[in-house]
């Protein structure tokens, strides 16, 4: 499984993996705010996954 992150159109990227999560916007910060907090979802996901913890 692929996945890509990126913002604005997505661009090439999109393209190449198999679920490409594009953030709207051509502003770099809100871009990178919304994967900073996609990153944290994912770590709480896989903490509760593998450890049990909520």
Do not use: F
């Given at each position: 499984?692929?996945?890509?992150?990126t913002g604005g159109t997505g661009g090439?990227?999109?393209g190449l993996v198999e679920h490409p999560f594009v953030v709207p916007s051509?502003?770099?910060?809100r871009i990178q705010?919304?994967?900073i907090t996609l990153?944290?979802?994912?770590c709480e996901l896989v903490d509760e996954a593998l450890l049990g913890k909520e």
């Open positions: 499984m692929t996945v890509g992150w090439k990227l999109v051509t502003v770099v910060a705010e919304t994967h990153g944290h979802v994912l």
